[in-house]
Nanobody, 112 residues
């Protein structure tokens, strides 16, 4: 397994979760890393991307609530999610953009 995502769970609206995606060094070192999500009945969409050089990009719906970061020491990309809303419910996937490799997904459920 090249990408291993974890950290999902059930949280009430307004709560926080931190997702982690551990990658192999060969993947992490050459890829911009992203988090995507797929809500029930909807298409998968980009949430945030952290580039190798430190640049970050966020979907407009994040509205300053989420922070993506990457830690080279352990080849891991994180997504800190605060002030979660029920519309944030879905399966969250990490993605290595250059290699086009997906992690297995972790379920986030936000109750109202």
């Amino acid at each position: 397994v090249q990408l291993q995502a974890s950290g999902g769970g059930l949280v009430q609206a307004g709560g926080s979760l931190r997702l982690s995606c551990a990658a192999s060094e060969s993947i992490f070192s050459i890829n911009d890393m992203g988090w995507y999500r797929q809500a029930p009945g909807k298409q998968r969409e980009m949430v945030a991307v952290a580039g190798i050089g430190g640049t970050t990009y966020y979907a407009t719906f994040v509205k300053g609530r989420f922070t993506i970061s990457r830690e080279s020491a352990n080849n891991t990309v994180y997504l800190q999610m605060n002030n979660l809303e029920p519309d944030d419910t879905g399966v969250y996937y990490c993605y290595a953009l250059h290699t086009r490799a997906w992690g297995q997904g972790t379920l986030v459920t936000v109750s109202s």
